[in-house]
């Protein structure tokens, strides 16, 4: 099995694994997200970004996990950075969870390639005798062959460790001699987690910065009262102050010449 060869990554910035082609198909509608539509996660834009400059020039750069609450902008800001950087030579592989085992022959087609290559696995998780992280695992840190040089890893997670966690894994939990040591199912969690040099962390939106959002996407509304008051309801009914309720928002009243004195 390989991957599909005619590509031209000259032409495509980013494709997808699918499964039942046994091969890679180009991505031909790139969502336009931009770098400066992301409101509220500015810290994680200043990581990222310089975690992949220095990949793009060849300098030690990390692996990266996005971790956090729902719709805070994980995924947003994996594809406002291939639209940044699609121009330096950034090319970007969606593979879904369940395609991970396909992993290690995806990187081995590309590593000879002269492009610098990010696999985005979006919405991350594993459970109980999944077998998936063990090709995630190679590729991150490499077996008895080194991870290629132009291949990084970033992911997007709700787990902070990517793997259920139970109670009875800490009661198995030692103190041996004064030193904590952790069970097995905790070690087996946290040494997954662990290959992900780069962790960024994401949470709702404190109201301020749901509102900055909202100013945002409704430059030109003149009662700004109405709405702020209007999205908070949203957001409130939502049971959500992020990027996505945000967005959800819009989606519903933009474009409304009759609201907000649009």
Wanted: with cysteine; charged share 25%; hydrophobic share 40%.
């Amino acid at each position: 099995m390989t991957t599909d060869q005619s590509i031209d990554w000259a032409e495509t910035p980013a494709a997808v694994w699918r499964r039942h082609r046994q091969g890679l198909r180009a991505i031909r509608r790139l969502d336009p997200v931009g770098w400066g539509d992301l409101t509220g996660i500015a810290r994680q834009q200043e990581a990222l970004a310089r975690n992949t400059e220095r990949f793009l020039a060849g300098d030690p750069s990390n692996n990266a996990l996005l971790w956090g609450a729902r719709g805070t902008g994980k995924s947003s800001l994996i594809k406002a950075l291939l639209n940044r950087y699609r121009s330096r030579g950034l090319r970007m592989i969606e593979v879904d969870k369940d395609d991970l085992v396909n992993l290690p022959e995806i990187v081995d087609d590309i590593a000879e390639l002269s492009w610098r290559f990010v696999i985005f696995c979006d919405d991350l998780s594993f459970e109980v005798g999944d077998s998936g992280y063990k090709a995630l695992k190679s590729v991150l840190e490499g077996s008895l062959e080194l991870p290629p040089e132009n291949v990084r890893v970033y992911a997007t997670s709700n787990r902070r460790h990517l793997m259920p966690e139970f109670m009875d894994d800490n009661v198995t939990s030692q103190m041996r001699g004064g030193e904590l040591h952790p069970a097995e199912a905790i070690e087996e969690q946290i040494s997954l987690a662990d290959r992900f040099g780069l962790q960024l962390s994401f949470y709702g939106f404190p109201q301020d910065i749901y509102l900055q959002a909202i100013d945002a996407l409704f430059p030109q509304a003149e009662d700004r009262e109405t709405l702020h008051r209007e999205a908070i309801r949203f957001a409130t009914s939502r049971g959500a102050r992020n990027g996505r309720t945000a967005q959800q928002f819009y989606r519903q009243f933009g474009g409304d010449t009759g609201a907000f004195g649009l």
